[in-house]
């Protein structure tokens, strides 16, 4: 059995403000979102009524009933999830703790896990990160915890299951092992393209490829790590790099791959065209200071996050209505 740690932090205003001007600047999506995500309104269908849930609430009823998973951490704002879901978190028969974001990170946490302050502020998400892990069970054994983003409502139970079950079978203490969904080269029903790469691994893969002969890739809600065998303070470098296609980020990247020991990524990407797995996994191994895994494994539907665009909810929509939703928690 294993700890999960749901992320559901949020930005202040001035924050998603200027997010909002580079997802509508550099991807063309009109942004939407100006409260607090997590507890996004979705409406679906059942039995002829109409039934509305926050987005927290689908992957947080799939993390109740999953056997494999031993207790839950929520890290996000404490009084709004408590607010909206008390009836829903007053059911759990397993443990489960809402942390507030905004609560420091333990002292103990600091010193264990050489936390820089500056690098790993208190509200961010290596921050949540760290408080969830410690007041989860896994924290207090030092174990490998799930770490669960709060934004993907098609996160399964057959998912997340078939994960650890992968996860159990690498070799060694891996830091980090990331399940890289394998899709088509072209972009998706979201509209988002994908990460191509040649696959240098023993993973088969049933899809069809580019001219280049690359797969592409998209990263799931699910992280399988042990804070304790990776550098903590490069969560949150690694999380801004996740909007790829921005030029600006592109430059970060290449500049972080040089600093890693890895010149020429966006060469090997965007030129040459032969950027693959294993070596992907070299460098954020380098990064992380620690064994980073990736599996490649199907199942497209947990890459569909809500990350805040109009397009985005609209589909997600129109996905949620025509699948029957999770039974609730009685």
Known sequence: MISAILLAGYNNKRTVEQYSRIVEGDYGEHYIEKGYKPLHEFSLHVDGKTVSKPLLQFTLEVLMEDPEVEDIVIVGHKGRIERRLGEL??????PLIVLDQRDPIPEEAMKILNVDKKETPTHS??????????????????????????????????????????????????????????????????????LLLVNDTDYDIPEGKDRQGRNGFRLSSVLYANPHNLDINMVNVMYSLRKALNPRIQMRIFRIGREVGYPGIYSRYFLKKNLSIKQCEAICTAFFKGSFVSIPMHDI??????????????????????????????
């Open 89 to 94: 978190l007053s059911h759990s028969k397993k």
């Open 125 to 194: 998400v290596g921050g949540n990160l760290i408080k969830g892990y410690w007041a989860s069970r896994a924290g207090e054994k030092h174990k490998p915890a799930l770490f669960v983003a709060s934004d993907s409502p098609f996160t399964s139970m057959d998912f997340i299951n078939r994960f650890l079950e992968n996860c159990r079978k690498v070799k060694g203490d891996p830091a980090i092992v990331m399940p890289a969904i394998y899709t088509n080269p072209t972009r998706d029903n979201l509209g988002r393209p994908p």
């Open 301 to 330: 539907k947990s890459t569909y996050d809500f990350d805040g665009t109009e397009r985005e909810y609209l589909e997600i929509s129109r996905m949620l209505d025509q699948q029957i939703p999770p039974p609730s928690i009685e």
